[in-house]
């Protein structure tokens, strides 16, 4: 069975700029999560989508926005580009978040440079 | 406010025992997670506890105290590849969420 699968790996981006992170959970799961990961702040959530709804929003900026598809894969978009954002995005999936005990699924990320 | 905090580094020696300690501060309460994470790669998932006491999964352990707002993670018999970095979590809303609150994480090295 596959795993998480989060493109690209690598992005260099310059201030002002947007990107569009994406995210194809396990086959079967229909719950991504949406993570920043820096080397201060550990991991911060960011959004949580389920059946395309999303579902949870984390403390951030409408600078970032998600969406997820019938499919249950999903992207993040970060817009007008921060030398702050540069962080990595990590993706999990989940079967769905009804189960308390419910592990997540990560993706090994995509790491974001701002220039 | 949310608050979860772990020691940032650790090191231990080959074949020995390490408890690494987490303590929370959350509005609510639905689940303690430990993760780890090999430097570039994905945080895998080790152990869950909602009720107090100890769960034991072969090499790892964790414990968890609610009253105390207290668990950790115990690694025996600790092998090379254990060197990573270990993450403690809590799920603090009930209902349908997967939404997490995670430490900044324990670096733990282990030496021959």
């Known amino acids: 069975k596959a795993g998480v699968t989060q493109t690209p790996r690598y992005l260099i981006k310059t201030r002002g700029q947007q990107v569009t992170l994406s995210c194809s959970p396990i086959?079967?799961?229909?719950?991504v999560s949406w993570y920043q990961q820096t080397p201060g702040q550990g991991l911060q959530f960011l959004f949580e989508y389920f059946s395309e709804t999303q579902r949870n929003k984390g403390n951030f900026p409408g600078r970032f926005s998600g969406r997820q598809f019938s499919n249950s894969r999903s992207e993040m978009n970060v817009s007008t580009l921060e030398l702050g954002d540069s962080a990595l995005y990590l993706c999990a999936s989940s079967r769905s978040p009804r189960q308390a005990n419910e592990k997540l699924f990560f993706g090994s990320g995509t790491q974001l440079s701002v220039l | 406010g949310q608050n979860i905090d772990q020691p940032t580094e650790m090191t231990a020696t080959e074949g020995a025992i390490v408890q690494i300690n987490c303590t929370y501060q959350t509005s609510g309460f639905n689940g303690l997670f430990w993760y780890q994470q090999h430097a570039g790669e994905a945080p895998t998932f080790l152990s869950y506890n909602v009720l107090d006491g100890l769960e034991e999964k072969g090499r790892f352990s964790s414990f968890l105290s609610r009253s105390k707002g207290y668990s950790y993670l115990l690694l025996k018999e600790l092998q090379m590849k254990d060197s990573a970095s270990y993450l403690c979590a809590v799920r603090d809303q009930g209902g349908a969420t997967n939404k997490l609150i995670f430490g900044t994480g324990t670096l733990l090295a282990v030496q021959p």
């Open positions: 086959s079967g799961h229909r719950s």
